[in-house]
Every structure is written in structure tokens, then in C-alpha cells.
């Protein structure tokens, strides 16, 4: 028998959290220097494109060793791909042209490319599925397929794998946030995320080790919110703000391969010239507050965007500019 906490016992212990919170920010001051393993210069991906929306990477250990897999779109409206960290950048076989970034995934151990479409009014996302894609080797696609159900979405979505699952999170056209997934065998209706939460951005998904699913999203307000999310039961312990920062665009999160209860989010920061700034929660809770790591105003469109190493500690973040794309070790 699976025994699950009430919704009114989860939220007298959610009640308690806060005013335990609040008591330790009134006793307390969050830090705003740099981590002692957060890196000191920038590094230039000397990617040969004009990027015109944020990218994305995930690294994964297919049989064939640890391999950086990434998409980017470029100014001509076509995306790329690469298997080898961003040494060669290759074209998808069948078209498919979009101003929106694409998100990145692994399941079944093979990569997945998602994209909003791109012809006039086509809101629908779709994926393609990678099979093969070593080193050198570009793979065999399957070719672009749309999400079911009719699914459309004002930006671009977020993908978890977990536990056998895929799972899709998207802002509607109504600006409420849906997931939907994938099962093995095919897709699941969308269900509304709990909470009542809205934005005009796209929310960022991130598996927790409790089975959850830690969410973030930029709030109407331009605040940051996070809520953890239980997929199963489809129930969520209610947004939060993690006070301290504005942001006009999507935040990025993602966690430690060898440390998961970290997570290390970035934004760009409307309160302070829209530089990029960078805070880690760590079991759920803040452990170094909003400080600047890349101190040059975000003038694109482009979000920062945030990968982990596979089966280390370390985190990096990427920042998209006129100039290029640059990176460097977040946590």
C-alpha cells in the first residue's frame, strides 16, 4: 500500500517551513560573493553562428563515454546540432525552421531535440529523435513529429527525464503552465500544473532526488517562483518567491550529477543593469544568495542556460551575446 501525505498535512508542514524561513532571513543575511569553485574568467565557445535564442546542452554517457550534446538556432531561422561538446555543429536532415531555441533531452539513450514551431501561428511543439550520434558520427533522425493533443505553448518547453518517464512543461497560450509525458509508449494528456502560477515565459523543470520535480518560472511580476512538483499524484507544494531579483525572461536551473539536492539557478537581472546573476538552493532551502557572475548587460533575447557535468559536482552556465557564446563553471 503507498501511504501519501494529506494535501492539509503537506501544507501545515509547508506553513511551518515558511515561518522557519522567515526566521532564519531575519537572523541572517544572504551571501553575495561568488562561491570558492565558481569559475573566475569566461570561456569562448568560438561557435562559428549568430545565435539568435538560448541554446541548450546536456551531457550523457550513451555506451560510447561521456559525450556534450547541445542544439542552438541561428539567425537564419535553422537549428544545429552537436555530439561532440560544440567542436562541429551539423544540420538536421528534414528542415525545420523556428526563432525560438530548442531544449535538449536523453531517454531511452537517445538524445531528443523539442521546438515551438516556426511558420506563422504554428504554436505547437515538436521533437525529433537522435539515434546513434557519436563522435563524428551525426546519427539517423526520425524526423520532426508534433506533440499530440493538439498542444501549443507562447515559448519554449522544458523536458525532464525520470523514472522511466519523459516529461514535457509548457507555458499555454493562456500563460498557465502544463506538462504532459511520455510513458514508453506514447503521450499522456496535458494536465494544468497546480498551483495557480502564470508568466509569459516558459517554466524550467529539474528532477529532485525525493521523485519530484523542482520547478521554476518567472512570475507576471518579473519574480522568480519555485515549487516542488509530485508527477505522480499531480500535486505541488505551492509556488514560493525566492526574493531578491528580477528577471524579464526564462530562468535557468539545473542540478549536480553527483550532488542532485544542489541546484543552481541564473537569470538575467533587471535590478542590476541585466547582468547575469547566479543563486544555489540546496535542499530546497537558499544557500548562496543572487550575485553577479557575468557583469556585461543582456541585450538579446537569449536566456543564460545551465548544464551539469555528468557524474561530477560541477555545474556550468552559458551566456549568449552579439559577441558569441561564452561559458564558464557556475558551482
Not at 532571513?25 to 569559475?39: C, R
Not at 509508449?185 to 494544468?192: A, K, N
Request: charged fraction near 10%; hydrophobic fraction near 40%; charge should be neutral.
Amino acid at each position: 500500500m503507498i501511504h501519501r501525505t494529506s494535501r492539509l498535512g503537506r501544507a501545515l508542514v509547508s506553513g511551518l517551513t515558511a515561518v522557519l524561513l522567515a526566521v532564519v532571513a531575519l537572523v541572517a543575511t544572504p551571501a553575495t560573493a561568488a562561491q570558492a569553485n565558481e569559475g573566475a574568467g569566461w570561456n569562448d565557445w568560438r561557435n562559428p553562428y549568430s545565435i539568435v535564442d538560448t541554446p541548450s546542452f546536456v551531457e550523457f554517457n550513451n555506451g560510447g563515454g561521456v559525450r556534450r550534446y547541445g542544439a542552438i538556432t541561428i539567425s537564419d531561422g535553422t537549428m544545429r546540432f552537436t555530439t561532440d561538446g560544440g567542436s562541429m555543429w551539423y544540420t538536421f536532415p528534414t528542415p525545420f525552421t523556428t526563432p525560438y531555441g530548442p531544449t535538449v533531452a536523453f531517454y531511452g539513450n537517445r538524445m531528443h531535440v523539442f521546438a515551438r514551431g516556426g511558420a506563422a501561428n504554428d504554436n505547437h511543439i515538436y521533437y525529433n529523435v537522435l539515434n546513434g550520434g557519436g563522435i563524428g558520427n551525426q546519427g539517423t533522425w526520425d524526423g520532426w513529429v508534433r506533440l499530440p493533443f493538439q498542444v501549443t505553448t507562447v515559448g519554449v518547453p522544458s523536458v525532464v527525464s525520470m523514472s522511466g518517464r519523459l516529461y514535457v512543461f509548457y507555458t499555454g497560450m493562456n500563460n498557465r503552465f502544463y506538462v504532459t509525458n511520455y510513458n514508453g509508449g506514447g503521450w499522456t494528456p496535458p494536465v494544468e500544473v497546480p498551483g495557480n502560477g502564470s508568466s509569459a515565459s516558459p517554466p524550467t523543470a529539474v528532477a529532485y532526488p525525493t521523485g519530484e520535480i523542482i520547478l521554476f518560472h518567472r512570475g507576471t511580476d518579473d519574480r522568480v517562483y519555485t515549487q516542488l512538483y509530485d508527477p505522480l499524484w499531480n500535486d505541488g507544494t505551492g509556488w514560493r518567491v525566492l526574493d531578491g531579483v528580477h528577471t524579464t525572461r526564462r530562468v535557468a536551473a539545473a542540478a549536480s550529477s553527483a550532488d542532485p539536492w544542489a541546484v543552481e539557478l541564473a537569470v538575467v537581472n533587471r535590478d542590476n543593469q541585466n547582468y547575469v546573476s547566479l543563486m544555489t538552493l540546496n535542499h530546497n532551502n537558499e544557500t548562496l544568495g543572487w550575485h553577479v557572475t557575468y557583469s556585461q548587460a543582456m541585450t538579446g533575447v537569449a536566456a543564460p542556460v545551465l548544464f551539469a557535468l555528468l557524474g561530477a559536482y560541477d555545474i556550468y552556465v552559458a551566456v549568449t551575446t552579439r559577441n558569441g557564446l561564452f561559458w564558464k563553471q557556475a558551482y
